[in-house]
């Protein structure tokens, strides 16, 4: 197991320095002068702008410049934004807020979608399976925003049950109507996969023997047919929490959500290269994390998986 994951671990490293250097290049090598950008109409001092330019280090080659960034991520510096403020400060302050987010709107779709596709896949071409179905392509095929805008209508504005804002600080209360709705479309393709997954592995000859042994309906579903559906379930999820923490930023602006989605957007929206740099740096560190972790638990559920090639 140790040599598995030691083997993930080395894989995980030309794929960062493959995807910072790529965010990196799309930022600041690409036409534009971030700086200029700085000055509106009205422009910049040149005096001004090649002091501005030294501090951001814009006046060194491509190359140097992207060594420094990644250098001041390994010391954890992640650079000043625009504003004069350190983005490890801004991350400090906006990333627990999206965390708390995506956790709760993981839990609800894993723990939702597992429970629904499970029955769903027991109970293929009843009345709970057909309407499962029914719900989850109706999640799938409205976009989200719709969704969000609904969801507040009903339970903000009619029932009177959620706020329609997330408050200051952003307190778990506040947070659990955003985290449905975010989960919300991924919960559909758990109850989905969840439910094929199932299916298949019913008519497999393990799960046969076992019934066959004398062992009871729950054991069977429980060791026999819920553990070795869940791989490609667990797949979907450790994916899904790094795309969670990304595309937080509908539902984080709709809810007035303070987290990291919102403050990427609005500094996308400023041209703060080094903010966006920043941001989507550590969205890709969350992301290979998280498929470590999934490749890990991959070794967990499936020991033959650990001794391929």
């Known amino acids: 197991m140790v040599w ?6 080395l894989q995980v490293i030309p794929v ?3 995807a910072t250097l790529l965010i990196y290049f799309m930022v600041f090598a690409l036409p534009g002068d971030p700086i200029i950008a700085l000055g509106g109409d009205r422009g910049l001092n040149p ?3 090649d002091a501005l330019r030294a501090e951001y280090n814009l006046d060194k080659p491509f190359i140097v410049q992207y060594l420094i960034f990644v250098g001041g991520i390994f010391v954890g510096d992640f650079g000043t934004s625009f504003s004069g403020q350190p983005v490890s400060d801004i991350l400090a302050r906006t990333f627990p807020v999206t965390l708390r987010l995506a ?4 839990t609800i779709e894993t723990v939702l979608g597992i429970l629904i596709g499970l029955f769903s896949g027991l109970r293929k071409g009843k009345l709970f399976d057909s309407s499962a179905l029914v719900v989850s392509l109706l999640f799938i095929s409205v976009p989200i925003f719709v969704t969000a805008f609904v969801a507040q209508y009903i339970f903000g504005v009619k029932l009177g049950i959620a706020r329609t804002t997330v408050g200051a600080g952003a307190p778990w209360e506040d947070l659990i109507l955003p985290a449905v709705v975010l989960a919300s479309v991924s919960f559909a393709y758990i109850v989905r ?8 592995n019913l008519n497999e000859d393990f799960v046969r023997t076992a019934t066959a042994k004398g062992l009871s309906r729950p054991r069977v579903i429980r060791v026999h047919i819920l553990r070795n559906s869940m791989i490609p379930v667990v797949t979907y999820i450790g994916t899904d929490f790094g795309l ?6 509908v539902t984080e602006g709709i809810f007035n959500v303070p987290g990291v989605g919102n ?18 740096t550590v969205m890709v560190i969350i992301y290979l994390v998280a498929n470590l972790l999934i490749d890990v638990l991959y070794g967990f559920l499936d020991p033959r998986i650990r001794y391929a090639k």
């Open 4 to 9: 598995y994951i030691v083997r993930r671990l």
């Open 16 to 18: 960062f320095f493959g």
């Open 47 to 49: 005096a001004v702008a």
């Open 103 to 106: 956790l709760l709107a993981v």
């Open 193 to 200: 996969l969840t439910r094929t997954s199932v299916i298949e």
């Open 244 to 249: 969670l923490m990304v595309g937080a930023t």
């Open 263 to 280: 403050t990427l957007y609005q500094a996308i929206i400023r041209s703060e290269g080094p903010t966006v740099v920043s941001f989507v």
